[in-house]
Antibody, heavy 120, light 108 residues
């Protein structure tokens, strides 16, 4: 059974940094692209970042480019999201998501999420 | 940038009835369209990919159709556990998976 367990969320001041982790199990982690998707309180889903299976390719929307960095450690089956220069609008639940087998871009499994609150 | 628009925002349907949810893309996404279900306090769950292929373990009462710019998710006979928010997502230009704003399906 695929399991994705996020951690690292919390309260951070505007301009601060936070590092999220996602521990994966139940599948061959190094064979799959992975992504982060967020959901602001009471709002819809928004793609945040993706990384190729090897880790060589990383991708971001303009809203987080230059502030967020996705990475992975395939030896430890773990996905990361380093967030810096955080803003109030980054407040959201952050989900780790496993891409489809062919990296088409849809998400076959999701973690339960970790809440990031950016506030002074 | 392709924009995904879902309608209606809220749909009220009685248990046992059919629900039809719509998703429109601002330009063609071919059949690169997925549907997700999200219940309160839970993560989204993949229902449909490729516009019409049910994901593993998804009941047959869920069906998807469409291509290009117009898509539909149909739930043939609503069960109590189906009342949730549904999102469509286009993935025609990986990895930029844009979501619709969601349709809340609630009990009439």
């Amino acid at each position: 059974e695929v399991q994705l367990v996020e951690s690292g969320g919390g309260l951070v001041q505007p301009g601060g940094s936070l590092r999220l982790s996602c521990a994966a199990s139940g599948f061959s982690f190094s064979d799959y692209a992975m992504s982060w998707v967020r959901q602001a309180p009471g709002k819809g889903l928004a793609w945040v970042s993706s990384i190729s299976d090897s880790g060589r390719g990383t991708y971001y929307p303009d809203s987080v480019k230059g502030r967020f960095a996705i990475s992975r450690d395939n030896s430890k089956n773990t996905l990361f999201l380093q967030m810096s220069s955080l803003r109030a609008e980054d407040t959201a639940i952050y989900y780790c998501a496993k891409d489809s087998w062919d990296s088409s871009g849809y998400f076959t499994s999701w973690g339960q999420g970790t809440l990031v609150t950016v506030s002074s | 940038e392709i924009v995904m628009t879902q309608s209606p925002a809220t749909l009220s349907v009685s248990p046992g009835e059919r629900a039809t949810l719509s998703c429109r893309a601002s330009q063609s996404v071919s059949r690169n369209l997925a549907w997700y279900q999200q219940k309160p306090g839970q993560a989204p769950r993949l229902l449909i990919y490729g516009a019409s292929t049910r994901a593993t373990g998804i009941p047959a009462r869920f069906s998807g159709s469409g291509s290009g710019t117009e898509f539909t998710l149909t739930i043939s006979s609503l069960q109590s556990e189906d009342f949730a928010v549904y999102y469509c997502q286009k993935y025609s230009d990986w990895p930029r998976g844009t979501f619709g704003q969601g349709t809340k399906l609630d009990i009439k």
